[in-house]
């Protein structure tokens, strides 16, 4: 059964920290993504990897930077949490540019305090 | 730019009874796609649409695309306890350099007993 996991379920973390999530695919993707979740808003992408070493900015990278050292896995960093920073963090892949659809992680939810 | 516009936001339903969920995009939709989220969890691939008329069903959803490949609704059948949580539908975006996702704000079920 192929998947997307994400490392932690639930995180608290407190102001200030640096923080890792991590996201590891078993489908051989290409593209990887991260979004958050918030009501009201709905997904928005923070940053995309078509490629090992290869990232792209989202429609909202401010505060976050990501790694993707293979191809299996991309990680997504806050350098130094802040409280608006807590939210549902969804990571996911894809086969390739053309489209397909995604598949998901079972999220990280993060709370800054 | 392109938008994806869901409606209702929310929906409370008795179970038993049918309902549909919209999604409506100013421009021609490239790749439709239908997902669904449990409350806290990842996004679950439901259905992709692709062609102006399109309509593909799995157990008691069906999706369906219009002609003019701007809006698709997904209608539930007798619908069951387990058909709670948030529907999301998402479409190819051409002018991305990697056709990413855009996203509707989703719309909550919640079903009454």
């Known amino acids: 059964d192929v998947k997307v996991t994400q490392s932690s379920r639930y995180l608290v973390k407190r102001t200030g920290e640096k923080v890792f999530l991590e996201c590891v695919q078993d489908?051989?993707?290409?593209?990887m993504f991260w979004y958050r979740q918030d009501p009201g808003l709905g997904l928005r992408l923070i940053y995309f990897?078509?490629?090992?070493?290869?990232?792209e900015k989202g429609d909202i990278p401010e505060g976050y930077s990501v790694s993707r050292e293979k191809k299996e896995r991309f990680s997504l960093i806050l350098e130094s949490a802040s409280t608006n920073q807590t939210s549902m963090y969804l990571c996911?892949?894809?086969?390739?540019?053309?489209?397909?659809?995604?598949?998901f992680g079972s999220g990280t939810r993060l709370t800054v305090v | 730019s392109q938008e994806l516009e869901q409606s209702p936001q929310s929906l409370i339903v008795q179970e038993g009874k049918n309902l549909t969920i919209n999604c409506t995009s100013s421009?021609?939709?490239?790749?439709l796609y239908w997902y669904k989220q449990k409350y806290g969890e990842g996004l679950i691939f439901l259905m992709m649409?692709?062609?102006g008329g399109e309509e593909k069903s799995h157990e008691k959803i069906t999706a369906k695309l219009d002609e003019k490949k701007q809006q698709s609704s997904l209608h539930i059948t007798a619908s069951q306890p387990s058909h709670a949580g948030i529907y999301l539908c998402g479409a190819g975006n051409p002018r991305a350099s990697n056709y990413q996702l855009i996203w509707g704000a989703g719309t909550k079920l919640i079903i009454k007993p």
């Open positions: 996911a892949s894809s086969l390739s540019r053309a489209g397909y659809g995604y598949t």
């Open positions: 489908m051989d993707h290409e593209n």
């Open positions: 990897s078509y490629d090992v070493k290869m990232k």
């Open positions: 649409l692709q062609k």
């Open positions: 421009k021609t939709l490239y790749g």
